[in-house]
DNA sequence: GAGCACTGC
């Protein structure tokens, strides 16, 4: 065979070198498809060869060979996440084994960009040898695909029906400092495999800072700790000031060193991190006001401000802005106008804007906390980590050097200011996670080995909870049900609810209110136009709960899908609405795969209250029950002190309510809420129910429902299934 | 009478 025409003669899988690799690279057939390489293929290689992690590669093989699992750390620019999984390419050749390559991403747009961009770089038609996998969309091709881009989440649900990862020959983690869930359950399922399955090879790639966490934590076979591999980034010097006191409001103190920059500063666009929407907003008008005074007293000296929000509810075309120029000078010759962007943590990771020369850094963020005592997730302004606070800092540097403010002390920074952010699976509810878990196969929960282990109350109230849906038996195994349920990419009750759903004769229904949920706030409320979108809301509610209306939104949705414009003028979500109908089709098949009928109840007598039946299978852990007059309601269990959410369609308080979540915000609330009734909850529920136990706490909520239990007993249960007088105080008395 | 940090299946 001719060695011009088979460029990959003579390689013996995992054991090249970077001299043969590089002849192959150069050559003029494209050794994976036969075919004469593009025109613009040399020009883009010569572009890879300046990247700084090019001139490692025979390191690289070297490493990569020796090695089952490597731990690599790729700085900012580097180009670790095209130029790895092709190096590995070629020397797993995976083409020639029937086998691929996965390189796990985080967020979906990077997992596609990538794709396209290798797919370039390796001269061959996106999808075909290198493809990519995200939900809703596989671009790959099965057995032609070799080199695949994918979510994390998207292996961890492939893990579920193959454990052994069977069609991987090497496993890439990318981004794995970002510690996401999925990525941390990656991490422990693949060490485990690397101890089954010789032939798998994993690389965790990773900012500096994780490395020797994650290198003593993949240390396998004997091994002390897994061999680092480095790579330098290739960025701009970033000079970080701080505060000499520490400053008492952090968003006046923003608002006023962004005027500094503006003022002081040479030409260059700033980035500024808030904590969320309404601060965003809030500081966007400010700063537009005092930037338009100093241009007035000094017009000869400042020139003009743009002043640009970016959060991810947005609508994409806002996004966009970020990139627009700065603005001209008012007159030729003027003093140059400048671009801030005031951005949450979605500029910190997901978007990349070029051209940011100052970076203004508060040092908090919106994070996520859970507290399992009361099984509620919610967001808390918190200080960011050290790793966070350099990320940000980087952002100053990407196309010349930069200057970051960071307005708190030197000395907070080194002695506050926590090394890392604290992982994903310290910060949640894990009952998802644990079914997953399950579902691949771990049977002890407590001694899988979590690259860091969630709390035990945690996983106490996850387990707890699937016992409760009857996804575990009480022996912690999986049951049926429980297999079932891990398919649906759902939250377990909203699975339980739909997979129960054709007993109530509502499977369609309760498939599109799921979907609904799934997807976010369908309502939109223009700051100017609220009492118009109020108006339009209460169109479609449905007065006997929140899910039924979410029910009766999507309904008129699909009826009026021949206009165009009817999302908007009736202040709807288009996006939303149009995810929801992609959720929906989804679950439909994982439907008709388990052979669930899809059902509708006929009945109109019923049609509501079956609905709500099916709800209170699912989520009969999240129902209140009102207490005294006013809008006061107790969680059943848990006791705590909740009010309904003003966005609720409710139009009484009806003494028993289903809710979908817990919100804490400037007090704790309930949202999506559905009136339920008390025989439901003890006829569909009874082991959570069961009143004689004492892990029932005794209160107004027993009484009421020991009372309900007692007037059965009295009359048949047909007899009060059947009496759905509604019952409840009207809300909305005068003012 | 309030909101949606950010992802992902």
């Not at 495999?193 to 990773?206: E, F, G, N, T, W």
């Not at 970033?238 to 002081?264: C, G, K, N, S, W």
Request: contains cysteine.
């Amino acid at each position: 065979m001719s060695r011009s025409l088979e460029p990959l003669f003579g390689f013996v899988p995992r054991n090249v070198n970077a001299k043969d690799v590089e002849k192959a690279l150069n050559g003029d057939i494209n050794p994976f498809t036969k075919s004469p390489h593009s025109g613009q293929y040399k020009k883009i290689l010569e572009g890879r060869k300046k990247l700084p992690v090019y001139s490692q590669m025979d390191e690289f093989l070297q490493t990569f060979q020796a090695n089952q699992i490597t731990v690599m750390v790729g700085e900012t620019g580097s180009g670790k996440t095209t130029q790895i999984p092709q190096f590995v390419a070629y020397s797993d050749l995976p083409h020639t084994r029937g086998k691929m390559i996965a390189c796990t991403q985080p967020r979906r747009v990077a997992a596609m960009s990538v794709a396209k961009r290798v797919a370039d770089e390796m001269d061959v038609p996106l999808g075909k040898q290198v493809g990519y996998s995200i939900r809703f969309e596989d671009m790959t091709e099965n057995g032609t695909t070799f080199l695949k881009y994918m979510t994390d989440g998207m292996l961890l649900r492939e893990a579920m029906t193959d454990p052994e990862l069977s069609r991987y020959s090497t496993v890439i983690l990318d981004e794995a400092h970002e510690r996401t869930l999925a990525t941390d359950i990656l991490m422990g399922l693949l060490k485990a495999l690397a101890k089954k399955r010789s032939d798998l090879k994993l690389i965790v790639m990773s900012a500096t800072l994780d490395a020797v966490k994650f290198q003593k934590y993949f240390g396998i076979n004997g091994q002390k700790a897994a061999p680092l591999f480095k790579v330098p980034g290739r960025t701009f010097p970033v000079d970080v000031f701080y505060t000499q006191e520490p400053e008492p409001d952090y968003v006046e103190a923003a608002i006023r060193t962004v005027l500094m920059i503006h003022r002081a500063e040479d030409p260059g666009d700033i980035l500024l991190f808030l904590t969320g929407e309404e601060e965003i907003e809030d500081a966007c008008r400010k700063i537009r006001i005092e930037a338009d005074d100093l241009v007035q007293q000094h017009p000869d000296a400042v020139g003009p401000l743009s002043c640009i929000p970016l959060y991810s509810s947005l609508p994409p075309a806002q996004q966009q802005r970020i990139f627009d120029a700065a603005p001209q000078p008012r007159t030729a010759g003027g003093p140059p106008g400048r671009k801030v962007v005031i951005s949450t943590n979605i500029a910190e990771t997901s978007l990349t804007i070029d051209g940011i020369v100052y970076v203004v850094d508060p040092g908090f963020s919106k994070q996520k906390v859970y507290n399992p005592r009361i099984r509620v997730e919610s967001l808390l302004v918190s200080p960011i980590s050290k790793a966070s606070a350099q990320q940000r800092a980087g952002r100053a540097g990407r196309t010349r050097p930069g200057k970051c403010f960071r307005l708190y002390t030197e000395k907070d920074f080194m002695k506050e200011l926590e090394e890392q952010t604290y992982p994903e699976i310290l910060r949640s509810n894990l009952a998802n996670t644990i079914l997953e878990l399950l579902k691949v196969g771990v049977k002890d929960l407590v001694k899988f080995d979590y690259v860091d282990a969630p709390a035990p109350e945690t996983l106490m109230r996850a387990l707890e909870l699937l016992n409760f849906l009857a996804a575990l038996d009480d022996d912690g195994n999986l049951t049926p049900l429980g297999a079932m349920m891990a398919d649906f990419p759902l939250d377990p009750q909203l699975a339980k609810m739909l997979i129960v759903s054709p007993e109530f004769k509502c499977s369609n229904e309760i498939l599109t209110i799921v979907a609904m949920l799934s997807v976010p706030n369908v309502f939109v409320r223009p700051p100017n136009l609220r009492k118009e979108a109020d108006a339009a809301k209460a169109m479609m509610t449905v007065p006997g709960g929140d899910h039924l209306t979410m029910l009766n939104v999507y309904n008129e949705y699909m009826q009026n899908q021949g206009d165009r414009n009817w999302a908007r003028n009736n202040f709807l979500n288009q996006r939303a609405l149009t995810q929801a109908d992609n959720v929906r089709a989804q679950l439909k098949r994982n439907m008709e795969k388990y052979d669930i009928d899809l059902v509708t109840n006929t009945d109109q007598r019923t049609f509501y209250e079956n609905i709500r039946k099916a709800l209170v299978c699912g989520f009969f852990m999240q129902v209140a029950h009102r207490e005294g007059e006013k809008n006061m309601y107790l969680t059943v269990k848990d006791n705590q002190i909740v009010g309904l959410h003003p966005s609720c369609g409710l139009d009484t308080t009806p003494e028993w309510v289903l809710f979908n979540e817990f919100v804490l915000t400037s007090r704790p609330y309930i949202r999506t809420v559905t009136e339920v009734r008390p025989e439901w909850l003890l006829e569909y529920a009874p082991h959570y129910y069961d009143l004689t136990t004492a892990s029932f706490p005794e209160g107004e909520t027993k009484r009421a429902l020991k009372s309900v239990l007692a007037k059965r007993k009295g009359k048949s249960v047909a007899d009060t299934a059947t009496d759905d007088k509604r019952g409840g105080k009207k809300r909305k008395t005068a003012k």
